[in-house]
């Protein structure tokens, strides 16, 4: 019988977990890129930072699904680490609602909302525009399912007179501080392990409102959940950028605070929020006002957490400069690796990604390969005027390098949104996942394309012929026009709103294919006329027909972009 209670409890918290998870990713759905405009937008000071944060982790039940699109959003330099700080500040205030469910889903039978919601859902979801309502509804189903069932198993196993329990608990001398210790270090390591604060909670919960587990050491095990929820964060960013780790860290180094200032008033505090909710620890067991009174527990755990949390967003928020100043001091940039060594700098292997957002992280990815792009076409134009054989050769095998990272970016952005597009996503981020696809595919082209025209150079060095005065400055001319196309292709990736002209793109594309064509029939014209060889002609037209070629790359690149602008629009 223990045996299946066991297993009632485990699945009860499983049901939960699913529940929460659920409900959050379907809000991500139905809100899509709303949620990194309001991100972006509603930063402007720490007090806006704040409130965001806040509103945002009530509204997808989830302070992990916040900070982490926070650390990614530091990553990707859309927030800087001061606007991250006060975000995840908000988030911590947001996350208590989850408290304020659960205690209200012990403290009646909630399961009998639970059966017309999975019925409304289950209509829902058939609706192909209301399909996102549908699986928001069947997580708050299943997440209330999960409470009603953890509350029934409380219950079934009638922990009050559970022998071997009680005398677990009472082992522990209640009013020690290393009592308090030993409960806060628990409340972190099995955060850490279950990786959802909310489950913990769910079972501190149970276990305090069967009376087993006195209030001091319950909200002990609260404060512990507070700190190891921050490893989530903390794990997410590890293989990020300097500035996203260091988010991640303040968000630890908040809630650590938190802890230890509320260590120091620990008792007066506890009592504090007990006389607020009206809950008398001094009632012996046995009579029914003790009943209602150990029911009461559930909601003295839910507001020490909100009480505690906004308490300490209200010390904290005045010295976000100070506590910015700190994190840099402790987390120091990485040796400045070489730029031309192959890695992602925005995608991170970091767990717990949300999908929706996840896209972002891809699309900074494709900004920097578009950035390393043109730097390679920069070096085709040098290796052209490159004399010296020792500098030329040299030159030639950093291009050479450069098209192998251009090919192995392509293959773990295309791996990386793949990996993303397997989650359930919106119709919008899922064309904004195939214009990428072809970007970076494009993106790989042009790269080919700077390493071809190298080639040819190369073959024109080996040959001992040279180009004519008049062809290198037909070379040069062309060589403008397309880094002009790279570059505006470059203003149109980034989203930067000065110079961007998209008819540009076109019209430049225009240019270097009536030039081309000039050109051409020149070449003809000059090789006939002896002007030059028939080889050195045919290397000279390869250089300038491969520009056009690249051209073509570039204004499929942008009309890519061009449509996913229009959708975000």
Known sequence: MSIWIFLKLIGSLALLMYGMKSMSESLQKMAGSQLRHVLQAMTTNRFTGMITGMFVTAAVQSSTATTVMTVSFVNAGLLTLAQAISVIMGANIGTTLTAWIMSAGFSF????????????????????????????????????????????????????????????????????????????????????????????????????????????????????????????????????????????????????????????????????????????????????????????????????????????????????????????????????????????????????????????????????????????????????????DGAFIKLFTRIEKYEGISDNMEIEIAKYLDQVSDAHLSDETKANIRAMLREISELESIGDSCYNIARTISRKVKSKEDFTERQYEHIHQMFELTDDALSQMNIMLNDRKENLDVNRSFNIENEINNYRNQLKSENINDVNDHLYTYAIGTMYMDIIAECEKLGDYVVNVVEARMGTRQREA
């Open 109 to 388: 039978n909630i399961t009998d909302f639970v059966y017309p919601a999975f019925f409304i859902a289950i209509i829902l979801i058939y609706n192909k525009r209301r399909k996102n309502i549908g699986d928001f509804l069947f997580g708050v189903a299943f997440m209330f399912l999960g409470l009603g069932t953890l509350r029934q198993t409380g219950i079934d196993m009638d922990l009050a007179h559970n022998q071997p329990v009680l005398d677990f608990f009472s082992s522990f001398d209640s009013d020690s501080f290393i009592t308090t210790i030993v409960f806060l270090l628990l409340g972190s390591v099995l955060t850490m392990c279950v990786q959802s604060s909310a489950a913990i909670m769910a079972i501190t919960m149970i276990l305090c409102s069967s009376g087993v587990l006195p209030i001091y050491q319950g909200i002990a095990l609260v404060m512990g959940e507070n700190i190891g929820t921050t490893v989530t964060s903390n794990i997410a960013a590890f293989t990020a950028n300097t500035q996203a780790r260091r988010a991640a860290f303040a968000h630890m180094f908040f809630n650590v605070f938190g802890v230890i200032w509320m260590l120091c008033v620990f008792r007066p505090f506890v009592d504090m929020i007990c006389s607020l909710v009206g809950y008398d620890e001094n009632l012996v067991p046995g009579n029914a006002a003790f009943i209602a009174n150990a029911a009461k527990l559930s909601f003295v755990l839910a507001a020490f957490h909100t009480v505690f949390n906004i308490t300490n967003t209200m010390i904290l928020i005045w010295f976000i400069p100070q506590i910015e100043k700190l994190v840099c001091r402790v987390i120091k940039p990485r040796r400045s690796e070489d730029e031309d060594d192959f890695r992602l700098r925005f995608i991170s292997s970091g767990i717990l990604q949300t999908p929706e957002l996840s896209v972002l992280e891809a699309r900074k990815e494709i900004q920097s390969f578009a950035e390393r792009i043109q730097r390679m076409f920069g070096m085709v134009r040098e290796l052209l005027g490159t004399t010296d």
